[in-house]
């Protein structure tokens, strides 16, 4: 989890998951960041990460939240799909974002290889349905 804050939407506060996740030294360097600076220049649909990234900011602050996938990039250049939930609160009578990431890779990852395995499988399967009829 971290938080950002207008006017600048740069990170303010980050928990520890978060700095081993996007591959910070430390919360000093993460803190730095804005969510334009996690992100790939582009995103899989074609939009500018940064121009995407504010709409997505903009609609959370505008209805509370706001929950979609994303490609985000750690610090050493590694790209990774993920889950984010923005969601508005206040703090000390200023509105603000708390954005939770979880990083898809695994999951992923794990689809991949099913979806490659299927066809084999079903291949086999065929093969095997031939033999009983001969």
């Known amino acids: 989890m971290m938080i ?3 006017p600048s939407w740069k ?19 993460f803190l730095k960041k804005t ?12 939009s500018l990460s940064s121009e995407k990234s504010k709409k ?13 996938e994303w490609t985000h990039k750690r610090l050493n250049g590694e790209e990774f799909p993920a889950s984010v939930l923005l969601i508005r609160f206040k703090l000390n009578g200023k509105e ?6 979880r990083d ?3 999951e992923k990852e794990m689809k991949t290889k099913e979806n490659e ?10 093969l095997k349905r031939n033999k009983k009829n001969d």
Do not use: C, W
């Not at 990170?11 to 360097?29: D, G, H, L, Q, Y």
């Not at 997505?56 to 979609?68: H, L, P, V, Y």
């Open 4 to 6: 950002i804050e207008p």
């Open 11 to 29: 990170f303010t506060r980050a928990n520890p998951v978060t700095i081993t996740m996007f591959k910070a030294e430390n919360e000093e360097e």
């Open 35 to 46: 969510p334009g600076d996690v992100s790939p220049e582009k995103q899989p649909d074609g």
């Open 56 to 68: 997505m900011i903009e609609k959370a602050m505008k209805s509370g939240k706001a929950s979609f």
């Open 96 to 101: 603000i974002i708390q954005a939770t990431v």
């Open 104 to 106: 898809l890779s695994e």
């Open 117 to 126: 395995k299927k066809p084999v499988e079903s291949h086999k399967y065929v």
